[in-house]
């Protein structure tokens, strides 16, 4: 299990320590809610084991899943790209767990004035544009066995756990898929010995064999991740 968060790791060590007395580390619960679509971005936070989805609901109520935040990222990028709100997306803590929370207005001002934070941002904000390209292609291009594969494999990523607390009713969601077809695409990995699911719980039981199950995207948003910020240690 992870003990920090792969961006603020990567500021320069005079940069972190201007934001550290900013800096609290919270605990956060399975589907608190961070930020409604509108409102005004007051807090940024770095997820350290926990996960947070990015999602988007139509007006006739149902939901995808529009990016994955976890160890190696921040939540909340609207407070220092020129705007504070955002028009569409919520972001919701879909496994409980700690991050560290920053007030969005001193962020802001020390990403205006040192280049070493903005350059770690920039690179993150052009990470999490790739992340989400390449959902929307997946989303339309790829069946659904692959994409439960793919998405169980970025949670994994980042939250460095096997162990994912989570519901077919909520994969349903983040997928934008009925339960029962979430049903059936976990059973059939679970046949294969590639995963184990029970109540509420699915434990990666072959990380090789779910990724060639998994489709190509993801390969390459990870690649593209370790590119833009550097390779992460998944040996430890």
Not at 155 to 171: G, M, N, V, Y
Not at 182 to 188: D, H, P, R, S, Y
Request: glycine letters at 8%; proline letters at 2%; a negative charge.
């Amino acid at each position: 299990m992870t003990t920090e968060n792969r961006l603020l790791s990567v500021l320069p060590r005079e940069v972190y320590e201007k934001l550290a007395p900013n800096l609290k580390r919270v605990s956060l619960e399975q589907g608190k809610i961070l930020h409604h679509p509108g409102e005004t971005i007051e807090d940024l936070y770095f997820p350290i084991d926990c996960l947070i989805s990015i999602t988007i609901t139509m007006t006739d109520g149902s939901t995808v899943e529009a990016g994955l935040v976890g160890n190696r990222e921040v939540v909340g990028v609207n407070a220092f790209m020129g705007g504070r709100e955002t028009t569409q997306t919520e972001y919701i803590v879909q496994m409980a767990g700690s991050a560290i929370k920053v007030d969005a207005g001193v962020l802001l001002e020390e990403f205006d004035r040192n280049k070493g934070l903005r350059d770690v941002l920039l690179r993150y904000t052009q990470a999490l544009i790739a992340q989400i390209s390449q959902t929307t292609g997946c989303n339309s291009l790829h069946v659904l066995d692959q994409r439960l594969a793919r998405w169980l494999l970025e949670a994994q990523d980042r939250i460095d756990s096997d162990d994912l607390k989570l519901t077919q009713e909520f994969l349903g969601h983040m997928l934008g898929v009925r339960r029962a077809g979430v049903t059936q695409a976990a059973q059939k990995l679970q046949e294969r010995d590639l995963i184990r699911y029970n109540r509420g719980r699915v434990q990666i039981l072959d990380q090789a064999g779910l990724e060639a199950t998994a489709c190509e995207c993801f390969q390459v948003l990870r690649e593209e991740y370790d590119r833009l910020l550097g390779a992460k240690d998944r040996d430890g």
